[in-house]
């Protein structure tokens, strides 16, 4: 609301530690004496004027406490005399007898009548960037704090808390990175250490330990949109399938899921989520590196694949090396097939600075494969995660130029990723 109702009180400025009583203050606002029977009429025709405001009443007992009467409180900002109502206002309160006297009411304005950004609006230094928007995970709250927030971070925890029911537990993003995992290290801002969170997404529930796998809220449309592509009998290769959120709504599309992660949690809230939603004998699951699983499960997969009439996907999502990982696919297959229409679908995914980053993903792509896709790929806007930064999905059919190349990559140049471990996989009955 501009101008605005509530001016927090000067001693607010600067709080590190939250004292609710300190936001308490009173205000004058115009009222209007209504009569009992028409009460609910004058409500509904003066809506726009009336005060708005969470926990606030519209309506008050009449300060003379005549039972006949009853306040109505209106917007200050809207109203400041009679002539500031609408030519309809006014001909509905001679209509239902209302006299357009204004009444003056002391209101109390508290903590909890105020909104999150208020409340911090209120305490952060002036002229600085205010922060109250949060990823929502389950009962966790995830927020990415700025250097000049910190200082302030427990307070900011507790007012997201108070203010977004449901939520129990906030956490701030730090800089110290896991490199073997990718994790961001969290820090518990206000509430419960409880990490393991409880999600639903596109009709699946999911649960995992936030604090130990990724798993991003701002992604429930993209994969969707991938698993949309995929019908029944499709079989999909999951290179980087985290807890699921590709794999397992694949499964009820009906398609046959190989889902691979290298993270032992992730591995373990994969099998578990398959479990909760009553897949487990429809996935087979992996705990390898990306191009340990392209090179044994695809690789032995694939040659039977290649010869069915149902389609092929792999899914390539770790947008900061997915595209790295193409290499794999060189020479995969040595013995083409008399029939190759039924090549493999990927959709490979990246981050992107370039002020072109649809041509920057085909490059990136063409040069990790050894071979130029040109127009034969498409390149889809996922998300843009920071200025200037935007995460692509580029997705194409695996050329059999690439497949069935005689030339073999190896890996000349150590990889991010750890290195590749023993086989281990879950077998069980492929879905029917």
């Known amino acids: ?28 606002v115009p009222a209007l004496r209504v009569p009992t029977g028409v009460l609910n009429k004058v409500v509904k025709s003066l809506r726009k004027s009336i005060i708005q405001r969470t926990g606030i009443p519209k309506v008050v007992q009449d300060q003379e406490e005549n039972s006949d009467f009853r306040l109505v409180l209106l917007d200050p900002h809207r109203v400041s005399s009679p002539e500031s109502f609408s030519e309809a206002e006014a001909e509905a309160l001679r209509s239902f007898g209302v006299v357009e006297e204004l009444q003056y009411y002391n209101l109390s304005l508290t903590y909890d009548n105020l909104k999150s950004d208020e409340v911090l609006e209120a305490v952060l230094p002036q002229g600085q960037d205010v922060i109250s928007a949060f990823s929502r995970v389950g009962h966790i709250a995830h927020m990415n704090l700025r250097d000049h927030q910190l200082p302030y971070r427990n307070l900011i925890g507790h007012v997201i808390m108070d203010k977004n029911p449901g939520i129990t537990c906030v956490v701030n993003k730090t800089n110290i990175i896991d490199s073997t995992y990718r994790n961001f290290k969290m820090e518990v801002l206000a509430g419960e250490e409880n990490m393991v969170a409880k999600v639903k997404e596109n009709g699946v529930t999911y649960e995992f330990d936030f604090s130990r796998v990724y798993w991003n809220p701002r992604l429930s449309t993209e994969h969707q949109r991938v698993v ?6 499709d079989t999909v290769f999951d290179v980087f399938a985290g807890v699921g959120p590709f794999a397992i709504p694949a499964v009820r599309s009906g398609a046959n899921v190989f889902a691979n992660d290298l993270n032992p949690e992730s591995y373990r809230w994969l099998k578990h989520n398959c479990k909760l939603n009553k897949m487990e004998s429809k996935v087979k699951t992996f705990n390898l590196d990306g191009r340990a699983f392209i090179q044994g499960p695809v690789k032995q997969e694939l040659p039977t694949l290649l010869e069915g009439a149902a389609r092929v996907h792999v899914v390539m999502n770790l947008p900061a090396l997915a595209l790295e990982f193409l290499d794999a696919f060189r020479g995969l297959l040595h013995q083409e097939p008399p029939c190759y229409e039924n090549l493999p679908t990927v959709h490979c995914y990246g981050f992107s600075k370039d002020d072109n980053p649809d041509k920057d993903m085909v490059e990136r792509a063409s040069s990790s494969l050894g071979f130029p896709l040109g127009n034969k790929c498409s390149v889809h806007f996922v998300r ?6 935007d995460m692509m999905c580029v997705s194409f059919t695996l050329p059999k130029e690439v497949l069935f190349s005689s030339e073999h990559h190896e890996q000349t140049e150590p990889s991010d990723e750890p290195a590749p471990k023993r086989q281990k996989c879950d077998k069980t009955t492929d879905s029917t």
């Open 384 to 389: 843009n995660v920071a200025p200037n930064k």
């Open 228 to 233: 949309q592509l995929v019908k029944r009998g």
């Open 1 to 28: 609301m501009e101008p605005k109702l509530y001016q927090p009180p000067a001693e607010v400025r600067g709080m590190t530690s939250l004292d609710k009583e300190a936001f308490t203050q009173t205000i004058t």
